[in-house]
Nanobody, 125 residues
Framework: VRLVESGGGLVQAGGSLRLPCEASGGVHSLNGMSWHRRAPEKGRELVAAINDGDKIYYDDSVKGRFTIARVNPSTVVLQMNNLMPEDAAMYYC?????????????????????WGQGTQVSVSS
């Protein structure tokens, strides 16, 4: 599955960004899609994940500010509101056919099989 992210950029603290991710090739096999981020000198972290509709996971740091939605089988969108400087990072879209993602997309045991190239989010204070 090929994943293409867009929507990154520079925003002031308190602002918003919308990150779409388009999947192509084998999308009907996908059980989960997600957004991850990696900040300089930090490890990659799972920000939000969703199965094909009814199960959603958010990291505690983004709850109440970020929303993930799977608008169709091939598109997942991360709406980020009230952005803070600590949200600045490279954001990556990921997808998987791993069955665990269907029942618990936020599980650490989900194997995210396909990754996009990433889109940079910068937040000025």
């Amino acid at each position: 599955v090929r994943l293409v992210e867009s929507g990154g950029g520079l925003v002031q603290a308190g602002g918003s960004l919308r990150l779409p991710c388009e999947a192509s090739g084998g999308v009907h096999s996908l059980n989960g899609m997600s957004w991850h981020r990696r900040a300089p000198e930090k490890g990659r972290e799972l920000v939000a994940a969703i199965n094909d509709g009814d199960k959603i996971y958010y990291d505690d740091s983004v709850k109440g500010r970020f929303t993930i939605a799977r608008v169709n089988p091939s598109t997942v969108v991360l709406q980020m509101n009230n952005l803070m400087p600590e949200d600045a990072a490279m954001y990556y879209c990921a997808a998987t056919a791993h069955l665990l993602a269907q029942v618990d997309p936020g599980s650490r045991n989900v194997e995210w099989e396909d990754w996009g190239q990433g889109t940079q989010v910068s937040v000025s204070s």
